[in-house]
């Protein structure tokens, strides 16, 4: 078993034993984490939704990130990253959302944000988020991403 469905695994088994539900609202990684933890048999037990909110307007629409906040700090950010963590909880009613929006490459990154810049939030009541600079082409980028947001999820779950 990889890393990735190991982090699933527990994540599910606490989840389950919590009767809690789960959101994911991801950006740069493209679904990938809800396809890691929809891998899991019974998943729809804790598993509520997962959203890709590639686009801007996909960000404004489905998780009411406002226009300005994106303006302001652009998709990549602390700010519109914990407004799509909480918006998600707010639309979904979830137990807890986790969100991720960052630069994969191996375009779009700027001195401010180079590509391997990665934000997550997590919210379980309140919004805890973290930024990430990951090495590596694409693939490894988005793979490190998935990687970490599990793990924070995971840490979460046991603190809660």
């Not at 982090?7 to 609202?25: D, N, S, W, Y």
């Not at 807890?96 to 997590?122: E, N, Q, R, Y």
């Not at 600079?133 to 599990?150: C, K, S, T």
Request: net charge negative.
């Amino acid at each position: 078993m990889d890393e990735l469905q190991a982090l699933a695994t527990r994540i599910a088994h606490r989840l389950g034993e919590q009767h809690q539900r789960l959101a994911t609202a991801e950006s740069c990684t493209g679904g990938w984490i809800a396809k890691v933890l929809t891998d899991i048999a019974g998943s729809s037990d804790w598993f509520e939704r997962g959203l890709v909110t590639y686009s801007n307007d996909a960000k404004q629409e489905l998780l009411g990130v406002p226009e300005a906040l994106i303006e302001a700090h652009g998709a990549v950010s602390e700010p519109v990253v914990a407004a799509m963590a909480h918006g998600l909880r707010e639309h979904t009613g979830v137990d807890i959302t986790l969100a991720v929006s960052g630069v994969a490459g191996p375009t779009g990154g700027t001195p401010d944000k180079p590509v391997g810049t990665v934000w997550f939030a997590w919210d379980h009541g309140t919004t805890r988020t973290e930024c990430v600079h990951f090495a590596g082409d694409r693939e490894a980028v988005r793979r490190q991403a998935v990687e970490h947001a599990l793990h924070g999820l995971l840490g979460l779950i046991d603190a809660a």
